[in-house]
C-alpha cells in the first residue's frame, strides 16, 4: 500500500508533491521519489526512509517545472532501496512511472522484455510498466497506456509522464485506490483525499476500469477500452486529520474495515483452483521429507496466528507442529536441527525475541520460513524463506488486518506443505481453496453489523473481569480475543479452553464475569455447548458466537453474534471481527487512546 501522487497547472510541482506524499506517508514510508519534466528532460530524486530525507535531497534549489509525479513507498516486491525507489523510467528516460499495487505477472513480462534488449535498474514489480510503454509505445500515449493495461495483472494505480508530453499526465486504476482533484487551472491525482485536500475540495473518485487523461486544460475520464465516462464531482467535507483515517475515528477501526482487501490482496497470485503457488517458499519434496518436525515461533497476536497454524499443518501436512513463544524458545535449548522447519510470524518484522528466535533455529540448522508484513525487516532478510503478508502499513498498536492475513498465511503455507507431501487429495485442496475465496466477502459480511457489535460493547464496557472461552481453533482465537479486549480498553480479560473451566477457574465464574463463548468447531459444538450451560450455572451473562444456523446456542446465551457457514479451519478469519469490534468499541466508551494504548509500543524491538 503505497501513496502516489501527481500534479499539472501553473504552480511549481514539486512542493504540491511533496506536501501531498506528506499526508500519504502513513500508507508507506520505506522510500519516497518525486519526477518532474524539466527542459524536455525527466528529473527524477528519490530516497531511501522517510519523506524528510527526500526533502533534505531536493534542498530548496529544486526544478520549477509545473508538472510531475511523486510516490512514497510501502516495499512489496524489492526490498527498501534506493534503486527500488520510485519513480522508475524506461531504458531511454522517455516514460516515468509511479505506481500503488501489485502487478502478478511482473516476472514473466520482465523476462520478455529483457529477451527483447531492455535493461533493467530495479527488483519491482512496478519497473517493467516504464519498459511495456516503451515496447508499446505507437505515437500516442493513452494508446500506449492502454496496450499496458491489456498486458497486466493484478492491482494497480498509476500515473504515467511523457518526456515528450510536456503537458499530459495519464493515469489508471484497478483495485487501488484513486481520486482527480479539479483545481482553478490545476489538477492533482493521488491515491486518496488526504494528499490535495489543502489545494481542492472537488474530487472525482475513479471505480475500477477507469483512465483519466489529464492536461492544463482539463479532465477526460475513459475507460479502460477508450470509451469516454462521466463522472460525478464530489464535494470533499472532511478535515485532513480525519482524512489520513479515511474518514474513520481511529486507525485502528480504519484498519478493521481494511481486512477484506487485505485478505484479498494477500491471496493475490497465489491461488489456483486446486493449487497453492508459493513463489517465496521453494521446499522440494526431498527437502521436506527431510523435516520431521515445525516449531511456529512468535510473540503476542502473530503467536495466537500461530496457534491456528498448528493445527492446520499438522491436519492437513501431517506434521508434528510446537507453537512457541519467542522469549521462552530462545532460552529453552529447543530441539531442533536440520530435519526442523521452523516458522517465525511477525508483523512487523523487528521483534526483538522473535529476530533472537530466528537466529536460533538458524544456529541449530533449521530451514526457517519466516510470515512477515514489512518488506525489507531484518525478520525478511534474515529467513530462508518469507511469505508476505499484504495487508499494507498498520499503524494502530493493537493489531488487526496483519493477524487476519497472518491466519491466511498459515493456511497458505499448511495447504503448501500438504501439496508437496501430497497429504490432502487434489479435491480437498480445491475444496479449501474455494472457501477461502469467500472470506474476504463474508469478512464483510460481518463488518456490516458493526453497529449491532457497538450496542453490545456499550453495555459490556462496566465490565472488569471476563472470560473467553472456545475449543480447538475456537480456544485459539479466544486467546486473540481477549489480547486485544485487555490491551485497548485494560478490562482484565481470560482466555480458557472450555473444557478445561471446571478443573478450577470456573471458581472465579459470577454474574460479574460475562463470559464469551465461540463455538464454531463442529465435531467440538455440543462440548462446547455444556460448558456454556456450566458458566450460566453460575449465572455468567454470556455472549455466544457461533456459525448462522447454530440455533442452539441462542437457547443457552443471553446474546448470540452469527457469523457465515464456512469449513472450520478458516472460522478464525471470520470470528476475530466480531471481536475486534468489540474491544474497539469497549475501549472507546471507556474513553481510552485505542490506537496508542498506555504502556504499549507497535514493534517491540527490545528483550
Ligand atoms: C498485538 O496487538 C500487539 N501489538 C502485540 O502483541 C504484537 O502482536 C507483538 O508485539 C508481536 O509483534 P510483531 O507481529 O510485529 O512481531
Redesign the pocket.
Known amino acids: 500500500m503505497c501513496g502516489i501522487v501527481g500534479y499539472i497547472g501553473k504552480r511549481v510541482a514539486i512542493p504540491i508533491l511533496v506536501d501531498g506524499l506528506k499526508k500519504l506517508e502513513y500508507r508507506g514510508y520505506d522510500s519516497a521519489g518525486v519526477a518532474v519534466l524539466d527542459c524536455e528532460k525527466i528529473v527524477v530524486s528519490k530516497s531511501v526512509g522517510k519523506l524528510v530525507a527526500l526533502e533534505e535531497e531536493l534542498g530548496q534549489s529544486y526544478s520549477q517545472s509545473c508538472i510531475g509525479i511523486g510516490h512514497t513507498r510501502w516495499a512489496t516486491h524489492g526490498r527498501p532501496s534506493q534503486v527500488n525507489a520510485h519513480p522508475h523510467c524506461d531504458c531511454k528516460q522517455d516514460f516515468v512511472v509511479v505506481h500503488n499495487g501489485i502487478i502478478e505477472n511482473y516476472l514473466e513480462l520482465k523476462d520478455m522484455l529483457i529477451e527483447k534488449g531492455h535493461k533493467f535498474a530495479s527488483e519491482t514489480d512496478t519497473e517493467v510498466l516504464a519498459h511495456l510503454l516503451e515496447a508499446y509505445y505507437e505515437g500516442d500515449l493513452e494508446g500506449a497506456v492502454r496496450n499496458v493495461l491489456k498486458t497486466i495483472r493484478g492491482s494497480y494505480a498509476m500515473v504515467v509522464l511523457r518526456r515528450q508530453d510536456p503537458n499530459k499526465l495519464v493515469a489508471a486504476r484497478k483495485d487501488s485506490p484513486m481520486v482527480v482533484g479539479l483545481g482553478d487551472g490545476e489538477f492533482f491525482v493521488a491515491s486518496d483525499i488526504t494528499a490535495i485536500l489543502n489545494y481542492t475540495r472537488k474530487v472525482y473518485i475513479l471505480d475500477d476500469g477507469e483512465m483519466v487523461v489529464i492536461t492544463e486544460d482539463g479532465v477526460k475520464v475513459f475507460d479502460f477500452e477508450g470509451n469516454p465516462r462521466a463522472k460525478e464531482v464530489y464535494d470533499v467535507k472532511w478535515d485532513a486529520v480525519a482524512a489520513e483515517k479515511g474518514g474513520y475515528e481511529h486507525f485502528m477501526l480504519k484498519e478493521i474495515h481494511e481486512q477484506p482487501k487485505a485478505l484479498k490482496d494477500t491471496m493475490l497470485g497465489r491461488l489456483e483452483d486446486e493449487k497453492v503457488v508459493l513463489q517465496e517458499v521453494d521446499l522440494t519434496l526431498e527437502e521436506l521429507a527431510q523435516i520431521n518436525k515445525v516449531y511456529i515461533v512468535?510473540?503476542?497476536?502473530?503467536w495466537h496466528a500461530g496457534l491456528v497454524g498448528k493445527t492446520l499443518i499438522e491436519r492437513w501436512a501431517h506434521l508434528p507442529v510446537e507453537v512457541d513463544i519467542a522469549s521462552e524458545f530462545r532460552y529453552r535449548s529447543p530441539l531442533v536441527d536440520d530435519h526442523t522447519l521452523v516458522v517465525v510470524?511477525?508483523?512487523?518484522?523487528?521483534?526483538a525475541d522473535?529476530l533472537a528466535a530466528l537466529r536460533e533455529a538458524k544456529n541449530r540448522g533449521a530451514r526457517v520460513v519466516a510470515v512477515t508484513n514489512v518488506v525489507g525487516s531484518t525478520v525478511s532478510r534474515e529467513a530462508h524463506d518469507v511469505i508476505f503478508t499484504w495487508a499494507g502499513p498498520e499503524i494502530a498498536?493493537?493489531?488487526t488486518k496483519?493477524y487476519t492475513t497472518q491466519l491466511e498465511g498459515m493456511v497458505l503455507l499448511g495447504l503448501y506443505l500438504s501439496q508437496v507431501k501430497g497429504t490432502l487429495p487434489k479435491e480437498r485442496i480445491a475444496e479449501i481453496i474455494t472457501a477461502l475465496r469467500k472470506i474476504p466477502a463474508q469478512v464483510q459480511e460481518l463488518l456490516d453489523q458493526s453497529s449491532l457489535i457497538k450496542e453490545l460493547a456499550e453495555s459490556f464496557a462496566k465490565v472488569e473481569n471476563t472470560f473467553f472461552i472456545g475449543r480447538s481453533l475456537d480456544w485459539a482465537v479466544a486467546m486473540e480475543g481477549s489480547?486485544?479486549l485487555k490491551?485497548i480498553s485494560y478490562i482484565h480479560a481470560e482466555a480458557y479452553a472450555a473444557g478445561e473451566l471446571k478443573h478450577g477457574t470456573l471458581a472465579l465464574i459470577t454474574e460479574a464475569t460475562p463470559v464469551i463463548a465461540l463455538a464454531t468447531q463442529r465435531d467440538v459444538y455440543e462440548k462446547t455447548i455444556s460448558n456454556v450451560k456450566e458458566v450460566k450455572a453460575r449465572d455468567a451473562k454470556v455472549i455466544g458466537l457461533t456459525y448462522k444456523g447454530n440455533t442452539s446456542m441462542a437457547k443457552s446465551v443471553d446474546h448470540v453474534i452469527y457469523i457465515p457457514e464456512t469449513m472450520d479451519e478458516l472460522s478464525p478469519i471470520l470470528t476475530v471481527i466480531p471481536l475486534q469490534l468489540l474491544s474497539y468499541y469497549v475501549s472507546v466508551a471507556r474513553g481510552c487512546d485505542v490506537d496508542k494504548p498506555r504502556n504499549?509500543a507497535?514493534?517491540?524491538t527490545v528483550e
Open positions: 512468535a510473540c503476542g497476536t502473530a510470524v511477525s508483523q512487523s518484522g523487528e521483534t522473535t498498536v493493537a493489531s496483519a489480547l486485544k490491551e504499549l507497535k514493534s517491540v
